[in-house]
């Protein structure tokens, strides 16, 4: 009897978190179908700046950034852009590491990242 009413219990459990309204993505996991465009710019002389735009709003861009300048040991910052919204902004050319970092931590697919310039 208490294993009986244990299985309803739980089953009812599972049925109150399922919600049939939901899309198909969760074979994707936490991951964003976006694209993601990684830039880079030049400023004066020999300094650069990386900017990261494409990143989905269910992210938090600024702990996103907080993660980068700890990673990259490098300073950043969120500024908003009238023609791609949010983008985060490195200083140097830290395309590469972005890449590998959101490949890791699973937010892109291989597909999902472009990189541009020089």
């Known amino acids: 009897m208490l294993a009986t009413s244990l ?3 739980v089953k009812t459990y599972e049925l109150a978190f399922l919600d049939p309204f939901t899309e ?4 994707s996991g936490n991951r964003q179908e976006a694209v993601i465009h990684i830039r880079i710019q030049q400023r004066n002389g020999r300094k650069t700046l990386t900017t ?5 709003d269910a992210y938090d861009k600024k702990k996103l950034v907080k993660v980068f300048k ?21 200083q140097g050319d830290k395309r590469n590491s972005i890449c590998e970092f959101l490949l890791e931590i699973n937010l892109a697919k291989k597909g999902q990242l472009k990189v541009h310039g020089f």
Not at 52 to 56: D, F, K, L, M, N
Not at 70 to 90: D, M, R, S, W, Y
């Open 70 to 90: 700890k990673q990259f040991a490098c300073n950043g910052t969120v500024v908003e852009h009238p023609e791609h919204g949010e983008v985060i902004q490195l």
């Open 52 to 56: 990261v735009s494409g990143i989905s």
């Open 7 to 9: 299985f309803l219990y």
């Open 24 to 27: 198909a993505s969760s074979e």
